[in-house]
């Protein structure tokens, strides 16, 4: 079979195609012919050598990925041969090995897939769309909510902006290019603006009418930085900000004396408070599968690549050239 392989740290130059031996799965494994594998921000940063979050940096050599979606072809000692030939999706944790064309799961870690969902679709709901979930419970929000959300093309984002909006709430998209506006606008947002623009919070309150200098009541904020500081200006009092990442390179910046003196509460929906949730994951991977399947939340799958070409997947999701999901195909 074929992997992308990774022998040193650094650039997605460290990234190659090779041809490796089959797997053979282990006591309560199955073996998975991968039909799409999930490419994540986070294995960037496990790429560059850094950790990434929640992730260990891994030895090397090693095959990144962690969401993979397919077929089980073969099962291991201990697991029901019925599960041969069922399509599914896994999240591997900090195993990884998804860049492949098989992947190793333990049997506890499969979901079942409808025939309609597509394998491109599950494997951005089994890791994206958990994440979301998650932030989803903490942001708790309803039809009173002014809700923006940062990044809101991206994977996260574009499924915040359709479940803000099935909430009910005003909703309020920012991304970064023309394009990418336009796709927030399609998805349901009231308002979108691009956060390349110079001033571009003082669009958003001309878009939002009467309703004052800080008329957002929930930011949900996965940038950080200059974006990420300037939409929490936008926040009034007794608003709140969920936090989920920072892929601008650095966290959004607060203090307890920017609560007291905003009277805003700040929560952090990733790390910890989502890892070690009693009872683990599995319920936030189920209602993010289900949601797709049932239609209510429609993952964005905009960049597909050859698992040949996963260096060039990596460098366009550094350059923040794509929309949605990222996903490679064997």
Not at 99 to 109: P, R, S
Not at 225 to 248: H, I, K, N, T, Y
């Amino acid at each position: 079979m074929h992997a992308i392989r990774q022998h040193a740290f650094g650039g997605p130059e460290t990234l190659s195609y090779e041809e490796v031996p089959d797997l053979e799965p282990g006591e309560g494994q199955v073996r998975i012919a991968v039909d799409a594998a999930g490419v994540h921000l986070i294995d960037t940063t496990i790429r560059s050598g850094q950790t990434g979050g929640p992730y260990p940096v891994p030895d090397l050599p090693m095959t990144p990925g962690r969401e993979v979606a397919g077929r089980v072809d073969r099962v291991g000692p201990g697991v029901d041969a019925a599960w041969v030939g069922r399509r599914i999706v896994a999240h591997l944790g900090p195993a990884s090995g998804g860049y492949a064309e098989q992947a190793l799961a333990a049997v506890t870690a499969l979901h079942g897939l409808p025939d309609h969902l597509s394998a491109e679709a599950a494997v951005a709901m089994i890791g994206t769309g958990r994440t979301t979930m998650g932030i989803l419970e903490v942001a708790d929000l309803s039809a009173k909510d002014v809700v923006l959300i940062t990044a809101a093309a991206g994977g996260i984002g574009s499924l915040l902006v359709q479940a803000a909006r099935a909430a009910g709430a005003v909703t309020v998209g920012v991304a970064g290019g023309p394009a990418k506006v336009r796709l927030v606008l399609d998805l349901g947002a009231d308002v979108a603006v691009d956060y390349r623009e110079p001033g571009w919070p003082d669009l958003v309150r001309a878009e939002l009418g009467d309703r004052g200098d800080r008329p957002i009541t929930a930011l949900l904020d996965g940038v950080g930085g200059a974006a990420g500081q300037a939409a929490l200006d936008l926040v009034g009092p007794g608003g709140r900000v969920v936090m989920f990442g920072w892929s601008a390179g650095s966290p959004l910046e607060l203090t307890t004396g920017d609560l007291y003196a905003r009277g805003i509460t700040a929560s952090a929906a990733v790390g910890p408070r989502l890892l070690q949730r009693p009872g683990g994951l599995r319920e936030f991977e189920e209602a993010a599968l289900a949601a797709a399947a049932e239609g209510r939340l429609t993952p964005v799958v905009a960049a597909t690549f050859p698992l040949a070409d996963a260096a060039a997947a990596h460098q366009a999701l550094e350059d923040r050239a794509t929309t949605g999901k990222v996903v490679l195909v064997p």
